[in-house]
């Protein structure tokens, strides 16, 4: 341990004891954070990184949870040693943790100067006065607006960012040494992640604090961290400062996470992913020399005249309901006049923030809501109006696939009813083992294992369950698909090999996509148009080789200027 | 939220009339002529005659629903074909034995069976949890029938401690005839009450803000008793306000085991009896009740959950 240390682990060993026997969730991971520093723990899901943070806040669930080896020195002191007693005044007081879920992880029937005037109390006992205007005092630290009057909300009138704002505020009431940051940004829109992190970065300065900040995207913590340490399978592969990090990673691992962002501009015709980098094994690989070709959109050549989806003049709105017998009083425009073509084969980019409609105009498109007025043509024919067995028989060549592949698929289901279920109720397909071939063939399409059909959603990880939902979108051998934030809740790793997947495919089965997203370099990279979405109108729309460099509104390049950039602030542009 | 008041005790005006045209088609179209079983075999013509006249059945049926109609909006019954007494006080002096027996007993294991579902709670997965768990089982799989004989016989025969049935309605000789009816509602409803608050309170336990009270430091026992139990509200409401119209109709068994004079064997004798009026009396307040206390529970949500707005 080095005297400049706050915390330092020490070959920390965690086992969870499951089902299957012993599972080892961290593997002698070692690592100091040094007074008013920040380390980045980077890895994608599993890889043991959120464990770890547990530990050190000694809020690991036990008996399942065991640590049969290593020590978390904190000012010098083990805290494996600690009591509960003796945790739970350093909790909160002087190590304190923000979470992913803003959403959930505020307690729904508390005020939100309650909850942060709580930690004020029990640790720098406070009278409840005192303890409610330091909250304000806080909450106007962390930019939240109007701070006396928004203590009084409950979470559910506050938005995402304005959530975690308050969870912020909560973490530092006690002015911690250490503040731990888990993901406090992956459920949040781009423009709302960059204020986060302007904001973590700020506080962390005033208040002097260490910061151990944990993200599966190494892009967002170039700007903050000063060492990085990035985990995989359990173990520690790499450790760094930053700066050396994005200059020139040394493990593969660590080069294909830098890769696989798609950046704005030019990519390759498939993004780069791990696998690019690192055998199955951990091997090192040779990066092929034609997987990392600039790819220009531009240069091919545009065949496809055809136009199978025409949009025009599209409203959906939803009633607001008032009066005694809640009478309709007026109507909320979610979509408002939007109009475009698509070409078959090719795909148009959504983006814009939550909220601005793109969801809803994606469902309006397939009248799983119905369009308050406009005119939606598939395939030269208007199906704004056609009636319920139309509209089935039309579903067959739509399909949708959803953000969130954890709970879009019916968990007491295996895989190959799911995937065989459009088919029945279509009726087509044949005869129950035809559908099953069907299904077999497809699913090793998407890369995963005909031998894992008769498994259950569970047993998948994220991104192999948004494989079974792309599989099932596809097995009525759809030609239009809608992508609704399918790779958001993914890992960047992960989320380049959906990419990949999702290319493949409309290059194989001659698919339309519309993609929708709130990542405008994720779009750039998919789309062949890109359309900006702001309440309820697309404000901009253009070649998606072109948007990115000359954006006429202003939005667009709020959009895209918070993108982040995969770089530090001394290192400027990194490569493989 | 006013407004939502009104609207609702607007809403029971439909739901009585649906309610009063089911009972009427249970009691006055479908089971057929009473005057039979009122009279006995050896009734003669004319008294049939004369008593359908007499109890309104030779009235047409429209005539005849409108009665039903009358009686839910102004809550009078007419007269008891069995005892010739007026329904409405019967009803009255029937409710006050019912109450007296079962709003302690409600109260009490109500109170208890939350007490010991926020202990088995923080001990969850202890061995004390899967004692208390297996209590509930093997006391809900014993037939009510069973407690009502071994306690009467133990507790009252064999010890003396209480009095075997029967009912005085002063104060304290009251509680010896209740206490021991009282003991085996409470015996018999802790088994189910504890079972269902305890998954509720755990439902709220793996939530992801008790893991942000637990990073801020608070002990357990705190965040049950103020971050969980709050949240775990909403569920319990519904199932304890939900059961208070029960109360005030009465207890079957017990109160007829116990010889309690109360609404519950008032409608177990207007049973046997085929007592129409009584049974259509009870049909009714028992309709109304669940309409009133499903608007008070609504009311109640909002105070638990912010979230709810009564519009």
């Known amino acids: 341990m080095t005297p400049t240390s706050l915390l330092s682990v020490r070959d920390l060993v965690v086992e969870f004891q499951t089902g299957e026997g012993i599972v080892r969730a961290v593997n002698n991971v070692s690592f100091d954070i040094p007074l008013g520093k920040t380390i980045g723990i980077v890895g994608e899901s599993g890889s043991g990184k959120s464990v770890t943070s547990l530990a050190v806040m000694g809020l690991l669930q036990k008996p399942a949870a065991r640590i049969p080896q290593g020590e978390i ?126 904001l973590l970065h700020k506080l962390q300065q005033e208040y002097k604090m260490s910061m151990m900040f944990i993200t599966h995207d190494l892009g967002v913590i170039g700007d903050i961290a000063d060492d990085v340490v990035v ?47 690192m055998t199955e094994e951990g091997q090192e690989k040779i990066v092929l020399p034609e997987r990392i070709q600039i790819f220009d959109k531009e240069m091919v050549e545009d065949k496809s005249e055809k136009v199978l989806l025409e949009v025009q003049d599209l409203v959906t709105q939803f009633p607001i309901k008032g009066g005694f017998f809640g009478r309709t009083v007026d109507n909320f425009k979610a979509v408002d006049g939007v109009s475009f073509k698509l070409k078959k084969g090719k795909t148009l980019g959504l983006v814009g923030e939550s909220g601005c409609g793109k969801t809803t105009l994606g469902r309006s498109i397939l009248r799983l809501i119905e369009p308050a007025a406009g005119k939606i043509i598939f395939d030269g024919k208007d199906i704004t109006n056609v009636n319920h067995e ?94 609704d934030e399918s790779v958001s809740a993914l890992d960047v790793s992960i989320q380049a090999q959906v990419l990949n997947l999702l290319l493949d495919l409309q290059e194989e089965f001659g698919l339309t996509y519309i993609f929708i997203s709130h990542d405008l370099s994720v779009v750039n990279f998919i789309a062949d148009e890109v359309g900006v979405m702001y309440a309820g109108k697309i404000i901009e729309m253009d070649k998606a080789s072109r948007i990115y460099k000359s954006a006429k509104e202003e939005y667009t390049r709020a959009l895209l200027s918070a993108i982040p950039k995969g770089e530090t602030k001394n290192s400027s542009g990194l490569m493989v | 939220m006013i407004k939502y008041i009104i609207r609702r005790l607007l809403y029971m005006i439909p739901v009585l009339l649906g309610v009063s045209l089911i009972i009427f088609v249970l009691f006055n179209v479908v089971s057929g002529d009473p005057t039979a079983v009122l009279l006995g075999k050896n ?54 034995p019912s109450l007296c027996l079962s709003a302690p007993a409600f109260i009490i294991s109500t109170i208890l069976s939350l007490l010991i579902s926020i202990f088995v709670a923080y001990y ?67 088994g189910p009450d504890v079972r269902f608050f305890r998954t509720v309170i755990l439902d709220e336990i793996y939530q992801d803000y008790v893991r942000t009270a637990r990073s801020k430091g608070l002990s357990e026992i705190k965040i049950l008793l103020q971050h969980v139990l709050r949240n775990a509200l909403i569920p319990i409401i519904t199932y304890v306000v939900i059961q208070i119209p029960s109360l005030i109709l009465g207890a079957l068994l017990l109160e007829n085991f116990f010889s309690i004079p109360g609404l519950g064997g008032m409608t177990l ?14 049909a009714i307040l028992s309709s109304v009740g669940y309409i009133i206390f499903g608007l008070i529970s609504d009311i109640l949500y909002t105070v638990a959950d912010p979230r709810i707005k009564l519009k």
């Open chain 1, 73 to 198: 020195y904190f000012n010098g002191q083990d805290l494996l040693k600690y009591n509960e007693d003796q945790m739970r005044s350093i909790r909160g007081n002087q190590i304190s943790m923000i979470f992913q879920e803003p959403m959930t992880s505020l307690n729904p029937v508390f005020k939100v100067g309650e909850q942060i005037a709580e930690a004020l109390r029990i640790h720098k006992r406070l009278s409840a006065k005192e303890a409610w205007e330091k909250a304000i005092h806080l909450m106007n630290q962390v930019g939240i607006p109007n701070p006396s009057v928004s203590a009084h909300k409950y979470p559910h009138e506050m938005s995402g960012g304005q959530k975690q704002r308050v969870m912020i505020a909560m973490a530092i009431s006690c002015e911690p040494q250490l503040l731990i940051a888990d993901e406090p940004t992956t459920a949040l829109d781009v423009t709302i992640q960059k204020q986060v992190l302007e």
């Open chain 1, 231 to 277: 985990m995989y399978r359990s173990n520690v592969v790499e450790k760094n400062t930053s700066n050396n990090i994005f200059m020139g990673a040394n493990h593969p691992y660590t080069k294909g996470l830098l890769a696989c962002r798609p950046k704005l501009g030019a990519n390759p015709r498939r993004l780069l992913t791990v696998s690019d980098f």
């Open chain 1, 390 to 483: 139309e509209l089935r028989q039309l579903r067959k060549k739509m399909q949708i696939i959803f953000q969130d592949p954890y709970s879009s698929l019916n968990p007491r289901m295996t895989i190959a009813d799911i995937l065989t279920e459009p088919l029945k109720i279509h009726n087509e397909g044949g005869s129950n083992s035809q559908r099953i071939d069907m299904a077999r063939e497809l699913i090793e399409k998407v890369g995963l294992k005909s031998n894992q059909m008769n498994r259950y959603p569970h047993e998948f990880s994220g991104g192999q369950r948004q494989r079974i939902c792309i599989a099932r979108a596809l097995m009525l051998r759809p030609e239009f698909v809608i992508c």
């Open chain 2, 43 to 96: 009734a003669t013509a004319k008294q049939m005659i004369d008593l359908r006249e007499q109890l309104g059945l030779n009235k047409s049926l429209f005539a005849q629903y409108l009665d039903v109609v009358k009686s839910a909006f102004t809550f009078d019954f007419g007269y008891s074909w069995a005892t010739k007494q007026e329904i409405s006080k019967m009803i009255l002096q029937g409710a006050l």
């Open chain 2, 124 to 190: 969850r997965g202890k061995g004390i949890d899967l004692f208390v768990r297996v209590f509930c089982i093997a006391g809900m799989s014993i037939s009510a029938l069973a407690y009502i004989l071994f306690f009467q016989w133990f507790f009252a025969y064999k010890l003396g401690w209480f009095e075997i049935s029967g009912f005085e309605a002063s104060f304290p000789e009251l509680i010896s005839y209740i206490a021991l009816p009282a003991i085996i509602w409470i015996v018999l409803s802790i």
């Open chain 2, 269 to 282: 004798n207007a049973l046997n009896a085929s007592d129409f009026p009584v049974m259509k009396a009870m």
